[in-house]
T-cell receptor, first 114, second 118 residues
Framework: DAKTTQPPSMDCAEGRAANLPCNHS???????VYWYRQIHSQGPQYIIH???NNETNEMASLIITEDRKSSTLILPHATLRDTAVYYC???????????????FGAGTQVVVTP | NAGVMQNPRHLVRRRGQEARLRCSPM?????VYWYRQLPEEGLKFMVY????????ESGMPKERFSAEFPKEGPSILRIQQVVRGDSAAYFC????????????????FGPGTRLTVT
């Protein structure tokens, strides 16, 4: 029961910014937006998360719309090593039933090309 | 700081045998999660454990699967009487719980154990 919708795939040129959209129209006030990625068959890697404010770290930026119904993960300068499946996940606070588990959908397969 | 460790990385079992998968969380982490990824499918949550407690096992198959996280030692995912449909990658993740007085539960994943049932 994934609560998010992502495009199945997208291509990005090396060195350019990659903008990955995610719709989460049913998100509730006590739910965060998390992003993970899985490179080939490795373990998923945490990227970033946010509640309502935009967030930035050394890997990426997360832009959440004011109504919180959608978000965009931005990889500012994509490299070939960023080729992976990217997962957008909605996750509740620890007082909710869903807070412990990460519910992965199909994600977006991002291919960075030279 | 070593990451989450899982062993073995690859495990081959014949149908009917038992499989034991081990997960050592990151140092200082007291929460462990297990996920399964069947071939060509997405990751599915199985179980969430804290030391000596199962918090959420809503994703665990009702039979043959069990998990523990003892006070000392790694977390163990045990699959009894394996069948071919159990062939998958099993990932373990850990999170700190509290860090500096703030609850932090980003999950950090290990490299996985690839189970093949012949």
């Amino acid at each position: 029961d994934a609560k998010t919708t992502q495009p199945p795939s997208m291509d990005c040129a090396e060195g350019r910014a990659a903008n990955l959209p995610c719709n989460h129209s049913t998100i509730s006030g006590n739910e965060y937006v998390y992003w993970y990625r899985q490179i080939h068959s490795q373990g998923p890697q945490y990227i970033i998360h946010g509640l309502k404010n935009n967030e930035t770290n050394e890997m990426a930026s997360l832009i959440i719309t004011e109504d919180r119904k959608s978000s965009t993960l931005i990889l500012p300068h994509a490299t070939l090593r960023d080729t992976a499946v990217y997962y957008c996940i909605v996750r509740g606070f620890m007082t909710t039933d869903s807070w412990g588990k990460l519910q992965f959908g199909a994600g977006t397969q991002v291919v960075v090309t030279p | 700081n070593a990451g989450v460790m899982q062993n073995p990385r690859h495990l081959v079992r014949r149908r009917g045998q038992e499989a034991r998968l081990r997960c050592s969380p990151m140092k200082g982490h007291s929460h462990v999660y297990w996920y399964r990824q069947l071939p060509e499918e997405g990751l599915k949550f199985m179980v969430y454990l804290q030391k000596e407690n199962i918090i959420d096992e809503s994703g665990m198959p009702k039979e043959r699967f069990s998990a523990e996280f003892p006070k000392e030692g790694p977390s163990i995912l045990r699959i009894q009487q394996v069948v071919r449909g159990d062939s998958a990658a099993y990932f373990c993740a850990s999170s700190p719980g509290t860090s500096g007085g703030v609850y932090s539960y980003e999950q950090y994943f290990g490299p996985g154990t690839r189970l093949t049932v012949t």
